[in-house]
């Protein structure tokens, strides 16, 4: 598998974990589709949303030398960040085709014992 190919991933499911996983995925520059079905509710993906973005430009080192958190210092840095994740819910049109162009998935989902 080339570099190329696993410029965009895709992370299934966006709870504390997978969006911990996508968070470091964008730090390393790559492009994310993120899926969960509670996406499916507008309200529900816009909080989900607003948290995900407030945690990964909030991220703050536990110290000068960790390397740990994203420090966006431009507009256009930030902008660039928002364009690599793709927000789709499980039953979106567009899933198969956006999974197709993946170079890998992590699943993340919640499972209930």
Same mark, same amino acid.
């Given at each position: 598998?080339?570099?190329k190919t696993l410029n965009q991933i895709a *992370? !299934? %499911?966006m709870g504390a974990m #997978?969006? #911990?996983i996508a %968070? =470091? @995925? !964008?730090k390393a520059g790559k492009k994310i589709v993120a899926v969960d079905d509670k996406f499916q509710n507008? =309200?529900? @993906? =816009?909080e989900t949303q607003e948290k995900f973005w407030r945690q990964l430009f909030n991220a703050k080192p536990k110290n000068a030398n960790s390397g740990k958190g994203l420090f966006y210092r431009s507009k256009k840095e930030v902008e660039e960040a928002f +364009?690599? *994740?793709t927000w789709l819910a499980k039953n979106d049109e567009s899933l198969k085709t956006q999974l197709l162009n993946c #170079? +890998? +998935?992590i699943e993340a989902i919640f499972e209930n014992e």
């Open positions: 598998m080339d570099e *992370v !299934i %499911g #997978g969006s #911990g %968070g =470091e @995925l !964008i507008t =309200e529900t @993906l =816009e +364009a690599k *994740v #170079g +890998a +998935a």
